[in-house]
């Protein structure tokens, strides 16, 4: 049964057009070759440089090639270490949890246990859920609605967005959808629903093993939870047995102006899960911490071949040691973020139906008529600034500088954005 | 709601066992710690030297460290080009794709679609099982007894193991199972089940979107399928409109003799999984093969924040171009392949009840008592020889060298392991 | 492999311990034996005579054998005539048809079309459900808090109470739960979540194939929809094209004062599932009736043994033509429920947090300490009166008399139940 | 809301066309109106006598308005005795629990629980398999390849036909099928697909709560199990602990030659589904039997408005009593059997590719042209004999006299249906 296949003959055609699938999508906004990157800085095969104020979509915290992390990494490479160990011990996986352990949990009063699946966000959410239905034996859980954790089954099925949803193909299963802070306008109590629902026999939905949450839901809208809710929230599942997982893929190490998005709310989840800026340098690399008591795996039970990669270790050890052995790296992110929300805030007030969005570096405008941010962005990019949408209508223009980027820089963008807005509503107009 | 965690002081102790999650399992039957590798052999922070047989579950075909990748790598990193891209444009994407084409795609005639989802195997499975529903519009898939495709619930639902399964801690939907070639030790026709029940509008088992298999397998017991049980799964597929999946993450990347595991079956799979050592140097890769009439992605419909992984494009097109620009390598894989057969069965001769498993690089040995192989695999691990047991009971050894290895590594070894064997059978006679 | 098992000699035993299954509940609150029944009237075997204001859960609208009911029934089946006939053509079931067209859909403006399930109500909810599925290519369906819609596994999917929905023993699928009337305390502006999540692309909630509603929930605890709540539902679902289902087992056929409990408010649902006492004797009969664009199923493709069941057909025809044929009946029963509210409220006005629930004949009281009904039920019977409690906790003394009781009868049974109460609350003072 | 249906007027036209869903199924065949009924006869309001070898798809095990049954309701109605009691106590009830022990249970060494369902087979089964769920604490249920159990979404998951299962709207779940005997056509031993995966940890089935088997498929295609195969299977049950169903609906109440048709082959089932005959009058009327040790319901946790109905336990008591006070009537049921054999195999070994299928008198003609049943039974009823057709492809030709057939009668059947085929035959050539 040998099947033969035609191939086209493809020399010197675009082998993207030719042999990418295509699914996918950054390229199409932005249809130049880039090559090399600095700092907030890409430039193209053919030299032209672009501001990047989309950061690998919150993977690229510190800029593109910083210096610390990367002479970590080439100094490591050179002396033949291990790179690849799944989950032998090594010495740089020591180095890592040593670091993780003095610059972050301890200086917060944070006792998890740290777990290394896959090296991808999606990874660490579905080991989170596993975990969690173990925990509880429960198999349920709640999660929000325009929330995004992944792409894999488990993930998806606690994701809003509805085209990705279809993509699985089947039907979704064990998650239930509750509003977001602010969903509906502040026409409902917070949790009212939650809580009546969770005490009633009679309710038709069973107690959920857990809640998984983005403090900041960075695909779906930039809405940002107040931290009264979310204290809100940890108090309820703490009433109720509910396990608490905050997603801070995207919100974490440091995007919000401290190293995990739920310091400034004060709450203690369950578990948290890591990945994009762990490693610092745009390496795959995630982690999903525990708390002491839910760390009740059988060895191997969840596994991956690429859960111990050790260059993520190093550059990881090299960011926390770099940026996180005390707030002075967060306080400048949370004075850049002041900087930000002021410049989109100006903006905003000159765009009727217009609003800021998001908190810390990861922010935004949303826009009522939903064409308008990615024409917006688009006009953006023709200006050499590199900012995506957000939203499920794409409704939100979405500004993620690196966390590095000066106030200058941040101006700069900012400029740009503003006569981008300007030249979609000239046309609009 | 602020909780207080008491957080032990841990300075001095180990921070493995204080703060890594129980789940870490290599590392229990090697409890040492590594720091250094090339070739193959590892070696620990305290200098000791390991055969590595084991090769990163399959991860590193081409030994820690080639010179040919890790320089590349180097460069690259050298010269501040982009690590991450997710799915824009890069110079080295381009490079890997024209490489992929010209080393692998054109000289076998296959014409596939690459897609680059997450850079794991799992992502690269969960990723072909949504394109295969969504392009039948079906949603059961198929596979065999003792498959292992992956933790993340999608991969997870078509995976055999028990205890895997149960650690999802739902259902897993949407799979059935069917026997592997051999399952029912030759008392039943190939796929006289398969065969009748998708014919049968009566028989409760919906024609399903596809098959997915392993030619070997890996985690499952090294049970390979004939390549004439594989012809007539292909051909039944095809006379069904069942698309035909080859997982191809263990077995493929040469470790079977060629560059994909199927190849020596003369069959063309639908789609095709590739993870593990398509890199060469253990970063995190994947890709997943589509035959161009199934790339009917919306574009971001499946996504991933690493599946632009520039430094993986980079290490993979410097082992395509280092061993597959011709069939050099592979026929030196066959012939290490016939060395390591001959070897195992001259151990096996002497072992009542035991058997040579699997083909090429990817073979081991089975015993009757479950309890041996892991006995063996310890008292190898004792004589530095890293091996692994594999099969739902753990009842094979299994040695997977890299495919760089020389005949006298290989020998030196299978001597190990023989002496092991020996020590084993000694204590329990 | 012939087991043996040993039989006790129960000769002379009560065989309903020994042979029944211990899920028999009633006769475990009501423990005696009836054999005779009358209008309003059960007599036990040792003639002892209870009021009986359970009236069959709702199966005996018409009381006991009722005359007009039975002679039919008797003249039927003295006659020889078809008694079984699944779906064939009868003589009967055109008489049925007839009678229902011209009593219940012509002077109503309805124009459903009629089918014929399973002769239960799980049956109708069932077809229900699997038409709405099949109509709108749609697979979730929307039901509130503490319904109650049968027990096989469909309708148990969009059952409320736990302890009901644990007893499937395995997940339960494709239903999602909304507050009922008032089920969060006004707190919430009535549908704002369902509307809200049905319009917005990344709720993580897809579009629904149908909500199914009861307008009075019978066994949740007899709260009862008010009309603009209903008109607000139907109009949203049409707005959707989401497809309203009204469960009128247990409130259609008169209980709330006309034939269709939604009458009231002014709605027509897209189906409407009827059953309990359509036959008007206590006969097993069902029907599903479907809006005519909504009837597309195959020949046999949901089917049932005992969809044919001439006997039902023929009370169902004489009741029909004895009560339905103008509006004097449900005057009468809209007069008695104002007697029932009334003499309900004189009760609850001596026992705080005590509370009238429902509507027409199908009332009760709440008691804020949910132990208080069950007591009050059990001093009920031993005043020779059966009424039953609702809800989640088994909150509420529901009182169901049958539609043809007399003012003096009721009165006396509301008289037994202000004793009972009194009663209780005296042992508890 | 208040939408206003147009209504046809359909004074004078067909109201089974007007009113009817088009679901209606066994019309179509014979459209015809029945009115009266006796014995093997079927009468229409024309007058025209049709000899009815359907016998209600199993009902109707003795006939229409067998004379016993028949007196035995009336007096019961006339006296006003109770009709409808749900699980109350009645004296009814304990009739039937006496005449079930003493003329079925005690006979036959058999110690089951009864427990009443809904009056459906469908009710019966899906009880079965909750608690078969709730006893082992496992999920799936293995059935047959072209089983019938029902048409409610429990049943639904274990039956084969595709058609019925499309018609669910929904994925089916916990399900899985095995090959019912000789599906394979011998190339398989029995059984060693289950026996090898229920033993294996890595077969990704796991170990089932229950198998549920027809030991004849009645709706399948009226394929007969060997006993020695339903041997092997309780055996492998045993084993293994999986609780062994057998789904008696159809089979059941004496058809096959014994009031259970498991009897044969010496098996005792864990739990029994009887439906269709057991009232034996045709009224709605199920039991699940279950060992002493399953019955491990909570009061209430199944229940159903129609699970007490007194008229079918009058008429099946009368019909245990009439039919199964000793083994007279069995003999003569394996007696008619044996001449429906025959003469079915005579007219089988005219026709090259047909062939007997059944057993006792639940039994039939399969022909390799799926056409020629259908033809067959349309020209038998052209010369009013009632036979339907059975099989996923409607290709047997069912023949289903009343239990109480008398020999001429049953010749008279045989001698249409012979004429029938060589009708077709004639005109196919």
Known sequence: ?????????????DVFEDRESVVRSYCRNWPVVFDRAS???????????????????????????????????????????????????????????????????????????????????????????????????????????????????????????????????????????????????????DFAWLERVWADGGSGLALPAAVIVETVQGEGGLNAARPEWLRALADLCARFGVLLIVDDVQAGCGRTGRFFSFEEAGIVPDIVCLSKSLSGLGLPFSVTL????????????????????NPAFVTATAALREFWS?????????????QLRTGLEQISARVPGSAYRGRGLLAGLRFEDPTLAGRVATEAFDQHLLVETSGADSEVVKVMPPLTVTAAELQRGLDILDRSVRSVLAVAA
């Open 1 to 13: 049964m040998t099947d033969t296949m035609t191939i086209p003959d493809t020399t010197g055609t």
């Open 39 to 189: 700092g907030a800085e890409q430039v193209t095969e053919d030299g032209d440089r672009y501001l990047d104020f989309f950061s690998g979509a919150g993977a690229l915290n510190y800029g593109h090639n910083h210096p610390a992390l990367k002479t970590a990494l080439l100094d490591y490479l050179s002396e033949d270490r291990v790179v690849h160990s799944l989950d032998m011990f090594t010495v740089a996986k020591r180095d890592f949890l040593r670091a993780f352990e003095e610059t972050v949990l301890r200086p917060r009063g944070l006792d998890y246990r740290v777990q290394l699946p896959g090296p991808t966000g999606t990874n660490a959410v579905e080991t989170a859920l596993k975990i969690a239905r173990k925990a509880t034996g429960r198999t349920d859980v709640v999660s929000f609605t325009n929330a995004f954790h992944g792409m894999t089954l488990g993930s998806l099925a606690v994701t809003g967005n509805s085209m990705k949803r279809a993509g699985a193909g089947t039907p979704l299963y064990h998650s239930s959808t509750a509003p977001y802070d602010d969903y509906l306008d502040g026409s409902t109590p």
């Open 290 to 309: 525990l708390k002491p008591e839910l760390d009740l795996w059988e060895p191997g039970e969840h596994n991956g071949t690429f859960r111990g990669f």
């Open 326 to 338: 005390d707030d002075t790296f967060a306080a400048q992110v949370r004075e850049r973020g002041a």
